[in-house]
């Protein structure tokens, strides 16, 4: 018989608040548990994300693990996973004092990464210094080769900027070379870390591309209000919208453009357009429009895991960094029941190993994830991958996009 409590408590210092999950057989002692912890946004910005991407992986992947019952050890025994939970409240201060709390007072056995570029960012420093293997898969950054050397047990999974920039820019410019649409970009984003990323490598990829770059501004994170700044990029007569944006913002450019009838032949959004919610947010009308990501949605491994997904979360995953997500825990089961629980034992095996995941075989290069999809894409109501256009599964693109 398995016993589920779930409690809420109020940490005083930090004034974060955290769920500690027990999921531990009556036979079981504490100490034959694996004590796992985690920080993640379920108040503030972040949490839209985190929501969709992360905390739902996060339950999945111990749900299947306790129901097979447990993490298997090399000796062949297995434990139960016990989670230790804090809502970050989509504060970096609040996520660096949860990261020490799971480290220093709960003790935890491992740490999963947060969601966001930032968030993993801002826990780097930390986790390297107490030693814990860290899973950036919801990080993009241009970095990661750095990081990975600086902070040796950090892995980076998501790619960089310069990688989905270049992506977008073979797809417009093929779409360019057939006569679907013309050189010129509309282009928008984030003023912050992410969207500078991303737009560092988009302009000298376009560029490279032959495409001209006709309007280019950011806006500040958390704007609400997109309805000038999508006129001014109508205006300019570019054939090509792209927002390197995050979800609130990706969704409040669609149903602005909807509004106004802004109709781009080609329409990009950042983080959020390749959620399951974005069609209802488009009003159904989601066909065409381009994001960062996707998945090869013919393979029998992701359709599974988004029907197990489906059911245990009440609604499908993302298509662009949660299959990543529960393929990271799958390595990570993987490289415990090689290695076991040892921290330095644990980063040398997920960074020479070879997994088997529902993305495929995973073998890290350098710390990094590099067989990616960069550009994905909504048609007949499924987000699929368009590039790599080389890379198996990957579709053809539809342009020009239908009118709203």
Do not use: C
Not at 100 to 128: C, F, Q, Y
Not at 241 to 257: E, H, R
Not at 287 to 299: C, K, L, Q, Y
């Amino acid at each position: 018989m398995t016993i589920t409590r779930r409690n809420t408590l109020r940490a005083l210092t930090s004034g974060v608040a955290m769920t500690l999950i027990l999921g531990a057989n009556l036979a079981y002692a504490a100490d034959e548990t694996v004590k796992i912890g985690y920080a993640v946004a379920k108040t503030g910005p972040n949490a839209t994300g985190a929501g969709i991407t992360t905390i739902p992986n996060y339950e999945l992947w111990v749900k299947d693990v306790n129901a097979a019952g447990g993490l298997t050890m090399p000796d062949g025994s297995q434990r139960k996973i016990e989670v230790i939970e804090y809502d970050d409240r989509s504060s970096n201060e609040d996520l660096v004092r949860a990261i020490e709390r799971l480290a220093t007072k709960d003790e935890v056995d491992l740490i999963l990464p947060p969601w966001g570029t930032g968030s993993n960012l801002a826990i780097a420093p930390l986790m390297d210094r107490f030693g814990y293997p860290q899973l950036g898969v919801t990080a993009v950054t241009d970095k990661a080769p750095d990081f990975a050397a600086r902070w040796k047990r950090s892995y980076w999974m998501l790619g960089g900027g310069h990688d989905y920039a270049v992506g977008l820019a073979d797809v417009l410019k093929a779409a360019v070379a057939d006569g679907k649409i013309n050189n010129k970009i509309a282009m928008v984003s984030v003023a912050d870390g992410f969207g500078i990323d991303l737009v560092k490598g988009a302009r000298p990829a376009f560029e490279e591309a032959g495409l001209e770059i006709a309007y280019d501004k950011t806006y500040p994170l958390g704007t609400s209000d997109f309805a000038a700044l999508m006129a001014e990029a109508r205006d300019t007569g570019a054939d090509s919208f792209v927002a390197f944006s995050y979800p609130p913002d990706s969704f409040g450019m669609t149903k602005t453009a909807q509004s106004m009838g802004y109709n781009p032949k080609v329409f990009y959004v950042g983080v959020g357009g390749a959620f399951p919610i974005y069609g209802k947010i488009a009003d159904g009308k989601q066909e065409g429009v381009m994001s960062i990501g996707g998945v090869d949605a013919a393979s029998p491994a992701i359709k599974d895991y988004f029907a197990r997904h489906t059911d245990s979360a009440g609604a499908p995953p993302d298509s662009w960094a949660s299959a990543i997500t529960y393929a990271s825990l799958e390595m990570l089961a993987q490289s415990i029941e090689r290695v076991g629980l040892d921290h330095a034992k644990l980063a040398e095996e997920l960074s020479n190993g070879t997994f088997s995941t529902i993305i495929g075989d995973v073998k890290l290069e350098d710390n990094q994830l590099r067989d990616l999809w960069w550009v994905g894409q909504w048609q007949n109501g499924t987000f699929v991958a368009v590039n790599p256009s080389d890379k198996d599964g990957a579709v053809a693109p539809v342009i020009p996009k239908p009118d709203w």
